[in-house]
């Protein structure tokens, strides 16, 4: 199984129709399986990994 790393968690709220009905949403985080170069699999979030990719 693969560690997740990162703190974000899925976000909720309303969508909202024209007339402004209210129905429950959910934005899940866009998680992403890495492996490392000792072989290890973390779950880090796509926008911690493009920011990795970056730095190194």
Do not use: F, W, Y
Request: overall charge positive; glycine content about 4%; charged content about 30%.
């Amino acid at each position: 199984m693969a560690k997740k790393i990162t703190s974000k968690k899925p976000l909720s709220g309303n969508l909202r129709s024209h007339s402004l009905r209210a129905t429950k949403h959910i934005r899940k985080p866009n998680l992403q399986k890495v492996t490392l170069d000792n072989g290890e699999t973390i779950r880090m979030s796509a926008r911690e990994l493009r920011t990795l990719k970056k730095v190194a």
